[in-house]
């Protein structure tokens, strides 16, 4: 009866397993149908932005992980001073502190002053590693709340905000070429359904079992990869590669006009131009200083002139007949 009772309790346990491993498997093989929508033009990109938003989250794991291994080890030394039990242990230091992020915050298990009064709790090490539950330390519960509120500042508003951050910039990226990402996703797709086999599991056995002959008993060699293998030659292939220079031509004029209209290109090219006006404006400064030191001079000698033109005409040496010549005004 013994032995049957304990048969009974291993099939219930691997019904158990067998359930978990279903379970896990549908959800796996449901998520899948998200790679049918590659084929939409709208949301194929999109399925390009989840599996890059996947990698930003790998990498800001890292940041999390350690603030949280930082907090939950302090947090578990000032509350606890022994405690033998690793699951525990490791709840308190990862699970607990990761359900702070999303406002999971239980006052009464943090603050040793909001304590329930008759919770049966012990400092005996004796009894706290027969089962029983360890009492919370309050020697240093203000600090134990100081902490808390510096964790969920960092994590709720500087780590969550990085994210976002990132989050932003893949998707923008992303976009910016959604069509070119949603025609190599189409071409994947179609690849693929041509070189998969046709029958669905679990009658892809029938299939595979087919291949097995074909290519190792029968000696078949396959066709489906030159479907998809263009070969050209002469004017179709002379044809191909004057579109390819055009587009490459096209492509590189692309470039730079992007080049061009860039802020830090406007602010170089306005650079210059305002250092060509500032030397433009030195030299006409520099020549105006210059007439006015020719119109000075020219005055000097005019006056001078007239000077010794009057001079001469009341000393009498020298007698003509003829006038002195007037000054005869400018025409412009």
């Given at each position: 009866?013994?032995?049957?009772?304990?048969?009974?309790?291993?099939?219930?346990?691997?019904?158990?397993?067998?359930?978990?491993?279903?379970a896990?498997?549908?959800?796996?093989?449901?998520l899948?149908l998200?790679?049918?929508?590659?084929i939409?033009?709208?949301?194929?990109?999109?399925?390009?932005i989840?599996?890059?938003?996947?990698?930003?989250?790998?990498?800001?794991?890292?940041?999390?992980a350690?603030?949280l291994?930082?907090?939950g080890?302090?947090?578990?030394?000032?509350?606890?001073?022994?405690?033998?039990r690793?699951?525990?242990?490791f709840?308190?230091?990862?699970?607990?502190?990761?359900?702070?992020?999303?406002?999971?915050?239980?006052?009464?298990?943090?603050d040793?002053d909001?304590?329930e009064?008759?919770?049966?709790?012990?400092?005996?090490?004796?009894l706290?590693?027969?089962?029983?539950?360890?009492?919370?330390?309050t020697?240093?519960?203000?600090?134990?709340?100081?902490?808390?509120?510096?964790?969920?500042l960092v994590?709720?508003?500087?780590?969550?905000?990085?994210l976002?951050?990132?989050?932003?910039?893949?998707?923008?990226?992303?976009?910016?070429?959604?069509?070119?990402?949603?025609?190599?996703?189409?071409?994947?797709?179609?690849?693929?359904?041509?070189?998969?086999?046709?029958?669905?599991?679990p009658?892809?056995?029938?299939?595979?079992?087919?291949?097995?002959?074909?290519?190792?008993i029968r000696?078949?060699?396959?066709?489906k990869?030159?479907?998809?293998?263009?070969?050209?030659?002469?004017?179709?292939?002379?044809r191909?590669?004057t579109?390819?220079?055009?587009?490459?031509?096209?492509?590189?004029?692309?470039?730079?006009k992007?080049?061009?209209?860039?802020?830090?290109?406007?602010?170089?090219?306005?650079?210059?131009?305002?250092?060509?006006?500032?030397?433009?404006?030195?030299?006409?400064?520099?020549?105006?200083r210059?007439?006015?030191?020719?119109?000075?001079?020219?005055e000097?000698c005019t006056?001078?002139?007239?000077?010794?033109?009057?001079?001469?005409s009341?000393?009498?040496?020298?007698?003509?007949?003829?006038?002195?010549?007037?000054?005869?005004?400018?025409?412009?």
């Open positions: 009866w013994q032995h049957h009772f304990i048969s009974e309790n291993e099939a219930l346990h691997r019904g158990h397993f067998g359930r978990a491993v279903l896990v498997d549908y959800m796996v093989f449901t899948r998200i790679h049918i929508f590659a939409h033009k709208q949301l194929g990109p999109k399925i390009i989840v599996e890059k938003m996947m990698k930003d989250i790998f990498f800001f794991l890292f940041f999390l350690v603030w291994l930082a907090y080890v302090a947090n578990q030394a000032l509350l606890y001073s022994y405690d033998p690793p699951g525990w242990i709840r308190r230091v990862f699970y607990r502190p990761y359900l702070h992020i999303f406002g999971q915050i239980p006052i009464h298990e943090m040793a909001k304590l009064e008759g919770r049966e709790c012990t400092n005996n090490a004796t706290v590693e027969a089962g029983a539950e360890p009492c919370m330390s020697d240093h519960n203000w600090l134990v709340v100081i902490l808390l509120v510096i964790f969920l994590t709720n508003i500087l780590l969550v905000n990085l976002i951050a990132m989050f932003s910039h893949t998707f923008s990226k992303v976009q910016e070429h959604s069509d070119t990402y949603w025609k190599f996703q189409r071409y994947n797709l179609i690849v693929e359904y041509h070189s998969r086999p046709c029958l669905a599991p009658f892809i056995l029938i299939s595979h079992l087919h291949l097995i002959i074909k290519r190792h000696k078949i060699p396959s066709t990869i030159k479907h998809f293998v263009l070969e050209i030659h002469g004017r179709e292939a002379s191909l590669n579109w390819e220079a055009i587009q490459k031509e096209n492509i590189l004029f692309a470039q730079n992007r080049e061009r209209e860039k802020d830090s290109e406007r602010l170089k090219r306005t650079s210059v131009k305002v250092d060509s006006v500032l030397k433009q404006m030195a030299e006409i400064r520099d020549h105006d210059r007439l006015r030191m020719l119109e000075t001079e020219l000097y006056s001078a002139l007239s000077w010794m033109t009057e001079a001469l009341q000393s009498n040496l020298i007698k003509t007949t003829r006038p002195p010549p007037a000054l005869r005004a400018l025409i412009i």
